[in-house]
């Protein structure tokens, strides 16, 4: 242990998003998110999909990679911590917590009171700030539950010096839901989704950007004179009926307890792609940047401050935020970075500061690099390990050559530093790339990234430069900003422009990214440019990289043309064909071990443990055997009745293999569940034409005439069958219903 340091560990134990925050006296000393070490995007924990999810029976388990990493990071050891803050949103974590952590003295280990979600956000982000006193404000989807039907909506607070005091507190329900709830249902709806399951607000706001005002789609979400705003589940039913949404409405689930609704609904239909579709998007979007301004001002009259602390998941939507700083309502807003839940180990760490050890000193977040320093000796043995193999010296000139590359429009990997706390990539792990070369954006959605083509990059840019490009009158260092992009500067940066002329952007400086601010400097020397697109260092579904290892790994499996990893360049140009072929066919044996994993977990009924195996497969598959890998995560989802997805990754694995059997039968099975009998139908005509040998997709096609009565179709069918030799017995029993018929 450092002489005369007091080390506090904030651990968040959510069955997702699970982190760690380790202080040293009142500074963040490391602080990440356990997805970051595991590689499973979001970290959920697994369970048995036919086993009771009840809010009681989903385990405490313990984010141990994070915790490590922090000691390791800080260089002491786990009984050198003097107090662990254990929270957790739903159920008491402390008598498992007691359990499993591998420390000495046992007493160390306090949680936060219930209800403490909203609590420990609200401590996240006002000791992260440079106010001495703040309003804040926490919206989120959902924090404690109060009882078997109310949870923490929305709550109100006040910090001067070290004390935090509830003002209010919004209580929420199935039929007052929060502001994050409603836009879950929008994700929902229109099947945007984050790692299969999660629903992915920044997609949505993303989207609204190409919808308009529809008559159709009225209002849904209520605004009290208290400041309260919410909406209930069955305005959701009515706007879908209203319009002819398709969706099943599970009636039984209505009086379950721990509910928000969300459950009730299974939707179909409703493509992002479609004008509703994008029209929906647009109303979720407008609806929430009117109810946090309704909140917020309802904020400012409880208790006048000029400062503005605010956390939660809604505290992503950089929309809202900037239409917060339009209103003047408050003179300053301070977000820190990791607003989500992972954040929330910060606050409760503070929690353990300035609440059970009373401390006095405060100190500012400026910086969101709260990860590891990775050494050289990292670099060099990760680029020397198995199966890389690269001889390389570090590069004299690395700004001025990575700038070049830049500027010539190469896609480069960027690597340096300590890894940011939080969604976010923001210099030290990210992708950059020139904004004004055409075609760069849809080569990164689709080529890279392999996400939807509707999502826009981001802009970093040197800060004294921003009043240049756009009309953003303050820093915005995390990338929760909106602004526009000035006229005359739209040609000049058009892949960093999203389609409503806007840019989500990020600033720096020399004294917060050194670094970046450097090679910003260098790619504006040489095209008078200085801003780069910016966008997470990591693939859909993905985790951003955390180890020089992962970044390579990332590197070889994508199309990203060169990697700068602390002081190496690696261009893969320069490369042999022999050595790059030999990487992926290594990456191919790694993707058969998660696929094994992948059939084991699907054999025993852990659908969604055996879907992430699958997608860790092909993350590394380097384009081997990806047909087989989307069919059997296809079934996984036909098993789990989420249509939706399963028919997306049947189609994906028809896309690369027209031959594959088993994902014409679950796309066909998905469309009828979903009522698309059209669609389903002629995706099984597709099979037959690309299976022509293949019984069980005549026999397919053969029962679905029957049930609509072409018998004439049947017959030919039939035909074919008996040609085939196809279940013999059961052809015929089939054909002679139909003659009887």
């Not at 498992?96 to 609590?119: A, G, M, R, W, Y």
């Not at 459950?263 to 109810?291: I, M, V, W």
């Not at 909106?482 to 600033?507: A, W």
């Not at 009828?672 to 139908?681: D, E, G, I, M, T």
């Amino acid at each position: 242990m450092k002489k005369d340091k007091r080390y506090i560990m904030g651990i968040n134990l959510s069955s997702h998003d699970r982190s760690v925050c380790l202080l040293e006296d009142e500074k963040i000393a490391c602080a990440i998110s356990e997805e970051r070490l595991d590689r499973r995007k979001r970290s959920e924990i697994y369970f048995k999909q036919s086993a009771p999810r009840t809010v009681f029976e989903i385990q405490t388990l313990l984010p141990m990679r994070a915790i490590s990493y922090c000691l390791e990071t800080t260089q002491i050891g786990i009984d050198d911590v003097s107090l662990f803050v254990i929270g957790r949103s739903i159920i008491s974590a402390k008598e498992s917590t007691l359990q499993s952590l591998p420390i000495k003295d046992k007493s160390k280990i306090v949680e936060i009171p219930f209800p403490n979600h909203h609590l420990a956000h609200a401590y996240s982000t006002y000791f992260c700030s440079p106010y001495k006193e703040s309003a804040i404000l926490v919206i989120d989807e959902q924090g404690s539950w109060l009882n078997k039907t109310e949870y923490e909506k929305c709550s109100l607070y006040y910090a001067k010096g070290t004390n935090v005091s509830l003002l209010k507190t919004y209580k929420g329900t199935i039929n007052d839901g929060s502001l994050g709830v409603f836009f879950d249902y929008f994700c929902a709806l229109l099947g945007l989704s984050e790692a299969g399951r999660f629903p992915a607000a920044g997609k949505l706001m993303a989207l609204a950007a190409y919808g308009n005002k529809n008559n159709l789609l009225s209002p849904i979400l209520k605004y009290r004179q208290d400041g309260n705003v919410g909406f209930s589940y069955l305005d959701i039913k009515k706007l879908c009926d209203r319009v002819g949404i398709e969706y099943i409405f599970n009636k039984r689930k209505i009086d379950r307890h721990y509910e928000t609704g969300l459950s009730y609904f299974s939707f179909k239909n409703l493509s992002s792609n479609s004008r509703l579709g994008k029209d929906f998007a647009y109303l979720a979007q407008t609806e929430l940047e009117k109810g946090v301004l309704h909140i917020a001002n309802h904020l400012t009259k409880i208790q006048p401050s000029k400062n503005l602390s605010y956390a939660g998941g809604v505290a992503l939507n950089c929309i809202a935020n900037s239409l917060i700083i339009k209103s003047s309502l408050f003179k300053n807003l301070f977000i820190q970075p990791a607003a989500t839940d992972d954040g929330t180990a910060i606050g409760l760490a503070y929690y353990g500061l300035y609440k059970l050890y009373k401390s006095q000193k405060r100190s500012v977040l400026y910086t969101a690099y709260l990860g590891k320093e990775y050494t050289h000796d990292d670099y060099k043995n990760a680029i020397q390990s198995e199966p890389f193999n690269l001889k390389l010296l570090p590069n004299k000139n690395l700004l001025r050559n990575t700038a070049k590359l830049l500027a010539r429009g190469k896609i480069i990997g960027w690597f340096q530093g300590r890894s940011e706390f939080g969604p976010r990539a923001l210099g030290n792990r990210s992708i950059l790339a020139h904004p004004g070369i055409k075609g760069i954006k849809k080569k990164l959605n689709e080529k890279i990234k392999k996400r939807e083509t509707f999502r826009p990059f981001a802009p970093v840019i040197i800060e004294n430069r921003t009043r240049d490009f756009f009309n953003l009158p303050i820093k915005s260092p995390f990338m929760l900003l909106n602004t526009s992009v000035k006229p005359l500067m739209k040609n000049k940066i058009p892949e960093v422009i999203h389609v409503d002329g806007s840019s989500r952007i990020q600033t720096v400086n020399l004294e917060e990214n050194p670094l970046l601010y450097k090679l910003l400097q260098m790619f504006n020397q040489i095209t008078n440019l200085p801003l780069l697109l910016n966008t997470s260092f990591n693939t859909e579904d993905e985790p951003i990289v955390e180890k020089p290892r992962d970044a390579l790994r990332t590197f070889f499996k994508t199309n990203i043309d060169c990697l700068v990893l602390g002081p190496y360049l690696i261009e893969k140009d320069n490369l042999p064909k022999k050595q790059l072929k030999k990487i992926r066919e290594i990456f191919a044996s790694e993707t058969v071990n998660f696929e094994k994993k992948g059939q084991s977990a699907m054999n025993k009924g852990f659908y969604q443990e055996a879907i992430d195996n699958f997608i860790k497969a092909l993350k590394i598959s380097c384009f081997k055997n990806e047909s087989e890998i989307y069919a059997n995560i296809a079934k996984c989802y036909f098993s789990l009745s989420k249509y939706k997805l399963a028919a997306k990754n049947a189609v994906k694995s028809i896309e690369i293999n027209y031959q594959s059997t088993i994902s014409y039968l679950i796309a066909f099975r998905s469309y009828n569940k979903l009522n698309r009998s059209r669609l389903s139908l002629n995706i099984l005509k597709s099979g037959v034409k690309n299976n022509p040998k293949e019984g069980i997709l005549y026999l397919e096609l053969a029962e679905f005439y029957i049930k609509n009565k072409k018998n004439k179709e049947v017959i030919k069918l039939i035909k074919k069958l008996i040609q085939l030799e196809y279940r013999l017995p059961y052809v015929c029993k089939m054909l002679k219903n139909i003659s009887n018929n």
